[in-house]
């Protein structure tokens, strides 16, 4: 029997690399999002909407999360998470 992967916090927002103040919770979030992540064995998953595509790392507090972007290319956005949804555990 194979062993099922971990289950996973997903974490979506409009963007986390822009200067400004949602950008700025968006961080601040999804830096949370991992921390709960670690001390509940689960993996995180970021994504944002309007960064460029493919992978982006923010910093919070001197310590750097990787997300995925997808270049406000809604209809990618949208086919990515249903192949995330047996994997996840919470979706904020």
């Known amino acids: ?32 999002l991992e921390e709960l992540a670690t001390r509940k064995c689960l993996r995180c998953e970021l994504v944002a909407l309007n960064d460029p595509s493919g992978r982006g790392v923010f910093e919070v507090g001197g310590r750097e999360y990787r997300f995925q972007g997808f270049a406000r290319n809604k209809a990618a956005l949208l086919a990515y998470l249903p192949s995330r949804a047996r994997q996840t555990q919470l979706i904020f």
């Open 1 to 32: 029997m194979s062993e099922m992967a971990p289950k996973v916090i997903l974490g979506v927002f409009p963007e986390l690399t822009a200067v400004g103040g949602i950008q700025q919770v968006s961080r601040h979030t999804g830096a949370t």
